[in-house]
């Protein structure tokens, strides 16, 4: 049964630290997804990459935050320096379309990162 | 900007039919999105609409207007299962690419 997986499940780390979250997207698929949920905002696309490539990354804050994906197995959602108001569940989610699919996507159980 | 509206929350009864409302204002439409999550779990896609009309899929239907900005999800046969929140979201252009916007959710409570 393929899974997205994603490392780590929860995160607790103190503000001004590097936070490193991985994803490994469901094989074979060409789009890889990072989204942001919290209470006040609900859910967000911050990024999304078609073949590796980066298409859109307009909804995230790019000071501090940086998505890569070194090879097709594994994407990584970068934090540095985190914030408190970085706590959040970040999701990851990949697809088999080019664009924003219009069939499934699948889900990863999500990082619950903390930031004291 | 985008606005995308739906209502907070909603009750109903195990075996009924409930709609859930969406109404949104977008530039450059590219189609829309119902999905489920039920709590401390991730969403899970339910249905894509680009074009007006009704798409059926099982006890589970989506409805779009695109003139009117407007949406349902309808759930009929109410299972206890179903209580969750069902997020509307709208997929529109960017000179970047497209960009996909939620509403806020709306929490379906199902009771026997």
């Known amino acids: 049964d393929a899974r997205v997986t994603q490392t780590p499940r929860h995160k607790v780390t103190e503000m001004g630290q590097e936070v490193t979250m991985r994803c490994q997207p469901i094989?074979?698929?060409?789009?890889v997804f990072w989204y942001r949920q919290t209470m006040m905002q609900g859910l967000e696309l911050l990024a999304y990459?078609?073949?590796?490539?980066?298409?859109?990354d307009s909804g995230m804050p790019k000071d501090r935050f940086s998505a890569e994906m070194p090879d097709a197995t594994l994407a990584t959602l970068k934090i540095q320096p985190s914030e408190p108001r970085d706590s959040a569940v970040y999701f990851c989610?990949?697809?088999?379309?080019?664009?924003?699919?219009?069939?499934?996507?699948?889900f990863g159980p999500g990082t619950r990162l903390t930031v004291l | 900007g985008q606005n995308i509206d739906q209502p907070t929350e909603m009750t109903a009864t195990e075996g009924a039919i409930v709609q859930i409302n969406c109404t949104y204002q977008?530039?450059?439409?590219?189609?829309l999105f119902w999905y489920q999550q039920h709590a401390g779990e991730a969403p899970t896609f339910l249905s894509y609409?680009?074009?007006?009309g009704l798409e059926e899929k099982g006890r589970f239907s989506s409805f779009l207007s695109r003139s009117k900005g407007y949406s349902y999800l309808l759930l009929k046969e109410l299972q206890m299962k179903d209580s969750a929140s069902y997020l509307c979201a709208v997929l529109h252009f960017k000179a970047a690419g497209n960009k996909l916007t939620f509403g806020g959710g709306t929490r379906v409570l199902v009771k026997p």
């Open positions: 989610a990949s697809g088999l379309r080019t664009v924003v699919p219009t069939d499934t996507q699948y």
């Open positions: 609409n680009v074009l007006d």
């Open positions: 094989l074979g698929h060409n789009t």
């Open positions: 990459f078609r073949n590796r490539a980066p298409l859109d």
């Open positions: 977008t530039s450059g439409f590219n189609g």
